[in-house]
Nanobody, 124 residues
Framework: QVQLVESGGGLVQAGGSLRLSCAASGLTFARHTMGWFRQAPGKEREFVAA????????NYADSVKGRFTISRDNAKMTVLLQMNSLKPEDTAVYYC????WGTGSNYEGNYDYWGQGTQVTVSA
């Protein structure tokens, strides 16, 4: 059974940082491209960042470029999202997702597995 478990969310002031972690189990992690998505209250879920199965390519939403960094540790079966210079508009539930092989797609329909999400709240 595939499980993706996010952690690291919380409350932070604008300008602060958080690091999200997603621990994977039940899959061949090194074969899966990993992505982060988020959903703010009253809004649709949106793409944040992705990293290919090899770690060789990353993809970011324009809204987070230069502030967020995605990385992975295949030995630990973990993907990280370092979030710096946080803004109130970054407030959302953040979800980890996995897709077998594939590019760092920004389309959520391309992902096969999802975590339960972790709340990030940025106060002004």
């Amino acid at each position: 059974q595939v499980q993706l478990v996010e952690s690291g969310g919380g409350l932070v002031q604008a300008g602060g940082s958080l690091r999200l972690s997603c621990a994977a189990s039940g899959l061949t992690f090194a074969r899966h491209t990993m992505g982060w998505f988020r959903q703010a209250p009253g809004k649709e879920r949106e793409f944040v960042a992705a990293i290919t199965w090899s770690g060789g390519n990353t993809n970011y939403a324009d809204s987070v470029k230069g502030r967020f960094t995605i990385s992975r540790d295949n030995a630990k079966m973990t993907v990280l999202l370092q979030m710096n210079s946080l803004k109130p508009e970054d407030t959302a539930v953040y979800y980890c997702a996995a897709r077998l092989w594939g590019t760092g797609s920004n389309y959520e329909g391309n992902y096969d597995y999802w975590g339960q999400g972790t709340q990030v709240t940025v106060s002004a």
